[in-house]
């Protein structure tokens, strides 16, 4: 049985209907990417797993959440705090901002092991610096004493991806973990990342933009567009045989060093704004193989040869 | 630390001989002779003369600034020219009471004012915000001359609970720090709630709240921590203004204190002991300033970062 697994789950802010139908699972000990350009509800998918997804306003219209047997949707504030961290981590899209500037950075990841593993202050000291030096940090010890300011976007994001871990979760979501930092520490942030999972056994749901950091990091892969899953598959199969047209441009236009991050460069068009999403196949605006039925007709999420897609033409 | 104490300190000294320069100047400039306040209705211009010699007031202006600043920075502020003592000797019987009064409104201030805020910015949106926050509008609406005889009004004459002017004991306190501090409760709640809720909109809010962190902990250690820095910036700028309402609170409580000094030597045309009592107010301001970077700075390691 998967550790966690989404059931077509529908999202609204307001009037906005922003994610229709979302559907995966992630099995234990599994590097799942979540893969779409900027706009296509990565973040709000992350925010549905940790249970914050209220805390900016949405609601989950349909669909449930099954967080290792148990439905999430519904639970009350006090036990989805006692899977937050402890159990489900988030290691989010920006370093710089993610951590409390006038608190040490020891404190702040001390913080995680003490409330949720019952640590008395020097034990969980004792961890952190444990968890600094994992990440490859020089003097975890003056590292620990320094406050946010004094240390750099990478090295911020490796105290990010040590809080994460701090309470021995079994589910990390790292959304855009590297989006934010200069282009040539990306690999490396996200290799350290991938071994510490790994080498815990721990399950990773990896967000981002860039197909190139799937076949760097992941087992399997879900491709998100416009609020709607288009594909998922292994990460083999689907650069073997992508079946939906998008996933197709995204290998296609796998980000070169030196381009800025967050940009697709080369997927003609841009994703539709919420409030006009195309009827029929949301993907239809910047389709190659569109026709009259794509525009009247949402295409099925379907089996093909090898995994789900959700494309009324892909050949098999 | 202490090098930014000492810097802070030395930039304070041309501010120091720009503040004394206009408070010499401004007696010098409002209309009326004290001169004429001392001598008898008929006394000869000869004998105006020689009063004015003897309180070096024929000399030229830059002369009495230099000689007045020379003994004021030793300690001496001259003679009162109607109560007749010295200067120094009348801001030492009252400076005590107008600093217990101020210290008192700042604290009271600055812990209802948070607790408030906090408690409006925790709530908001709802009957607690909503409340809190017309109490603060009534309260920083109302001038607090006004408010301390609505004050003493109610409680001194209709009650009868607290007295109604004076200082003999310490209940005499009570409402002239209500008089001085609701002013000062309304403006740090009014900071407190909206810098609460803009420090909750922040990433690492969102982070705390990923992390499991429980929200009254995240609401006091964090968020609140953080609303506190424009407290303190906000509570160093308007300590004059504190300083201010309780030189006239001082006059309606009848109070001694440096502001009721202030008032009478003012109308009283006694030079020297406005100018004494100016003095002290314009250092008080400087060094409750000069007080607030250095709790800022202790507060927020990035202003410590900025100071070296
Ligand atoms: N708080 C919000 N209010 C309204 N719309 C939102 C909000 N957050 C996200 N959206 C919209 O939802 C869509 C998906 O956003 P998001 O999940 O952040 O995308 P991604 O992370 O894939 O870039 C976007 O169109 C975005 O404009
Ligand atoms: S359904 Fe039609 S428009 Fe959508 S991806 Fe497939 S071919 Fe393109
Ligand atoms: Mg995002």
Redesign the pocket.
């Given at each position: 049985m998967a550790l966690l697994s989404v059931k077509d789950i529908s999202v609204t802010?307001?009037k906005?209907n922003?994610?229709d139908g979302v559907a995966f699972d992630i099995g234990a000990g599994e590097i799942l990417g979540l893969v779409?350009?900027?706009?296509?509800?990565?973040?709000?998918?992350?925010?549905c797993v940790m249970g914050l997804l209220p805390r900016?306003?949405?609601r989950i219209t349909e669909g449930s959440i099954i967080f290792d047997g148990r439905e999430m949707i519904g639970l009350p504030e006090v036990e989805l705090r006692h899977l937050r961290g402890k159990r489900i981590a988030l290691i989010s899209q920006n370093p710089m901002t993610s951590l409390d500037p006038i608190i040490r950075i020891g404190a702040q990841i001390d913080q995680v092991s003490t409330l949720h593993l019952g640590l008395s202050a020097e034990a969980a000291k004792a961890r952190s610096l444990d968890l600094i030096a994992q990440l490859r940090i020089p003097e975890p010890e003056a590292i620990h004493g320094a406050y946010p300011h004094q240390l750099s976007g990478g090295m911020k994001q490796r105290i990010v991806i040590a809080m994460a871990l701090a309470a021995d979760p079994d589910l990390i979501v790292a959304?855009?973990p590297t989006t934010a930092l200069d282009v040539t520490i990306q690999a490396q942030i996200i290799q350290i990342m991938v071994e510490l999972v790994r080498d815990r056994g721990l399950a990773l749901m990896l967000?981002t933009?860039d197909m190139g950091v799937v076949a760097q990091a992941c087992d399997r892969v879900v491709v998100?567009y416009a609020?709607r899953v288009a594909e998922t598959n292994t990460v083999e199969a689907i650069f073997a045989e992508p079946h939906h047209p998008y996933t197709r441009e995204l290998i296609r236009c796998i980000p070169r060093l030196g381009q800025a991050p967050g940009s697709l460069k080369g997927i003609p068009g841009a994703?539709p704004?919420?409030v006009d999403y195309p009827a029929g196949c949301r993907f239809n605006s910047r389709c190659g193989a569109a026709e009259d039925l794509c525009r009247n007709t949402v295409p099925a999420l379907e089996r093909k040869t090898s995994g789900l897609a959700a494309c009324h033409f892909s050949e098999v | 630390m202490i090098s930014f104490f000492i810097k802070r300190l030395l930039l304070l000294i041309p501010v120091f001989l720009a503040v004394s320069m206009v408070i010499f100047m401004i007696v010098h400039l409002v209309p009326g002779d004290p001169i004429d306040n001392l001598v008898q209705i008929n006394s000869t211009p000869e004998q105006k003369a020689a009063l004015a010699a003897k309180y070096g007031l024929d000399k030229p202006l830059y002369q009495q600034y230099a000689i007045w600043l020379g003994k004021a920075l030793s300690g001496d502020l001259g003679d009162a020219i109607i109560l007749r003592r010295p200067v120094v000797d009348l801001i030492a019987l009252n400076l005590p009471h107008s600093l217990a009064l101020g210290a008192l409104a700042l604290a009271f201030s600055t812990v209802v004012g948070i607790g408030a805020g906090a408690l409006a910015a925790i709530y908001k949106d709802s009957l607690i915000d909503r409340t809190t926050m017309t109490l603060i509008l009534l309260g920083s609406t109302v001038p607090g001359f006004w408010l301390g005889l609505l004050l003493i009004m109610l409680f001194a004459v209709q009650l009868g609970w607290f007295p109604v002017s004076g200082a003999r004991s310490w209940d005499a306190l009570v409402l002239p720090v209500l008089t001085v501090g609701l002013g000062g409760v309304a403006l740090v709640a009014r900071v407190t709630r909206v810098a609460m809720m803009e420090t909750a909109r922040k990433d690492f809010v969102m982070m705390l709240h990923a992390k499991g962190v429980p929200p009254w902990q995240i609401e006091l250690r964090h968020v609140l921590r953080h609303a506190l820095l424009p407290v303190v910036t906000i509570l160093s700028l308007r300590i004059g203004w504190i300083l201010g309402g309780a030189v006239t609170v001082e006059f309606v409580f009848a109070r001694p204190g440096l502001g009721s000094l202030l008032i009478t030597s003012l109308n009283q045309r006694d030079y020297p002991v406005v100018q004494g009592s100016l003095l002290m107010l314009a250092i008080a301001v400087m060094l409750g300033t000069l007080l607030g970077d250095v709790v800022q700075a202790a507060m927020d390691p990035r202003v410590r970062e900025r100071i070296k």
């Open positions: 802010i307001g906005l922003l994610l779409g350009e900027s706009g296509s509800g990565k973040s709000l998918t992350a925010m900016i306003g949405g959304d855009e967000i933009h998100l609020g994703v704004s919420v | -």
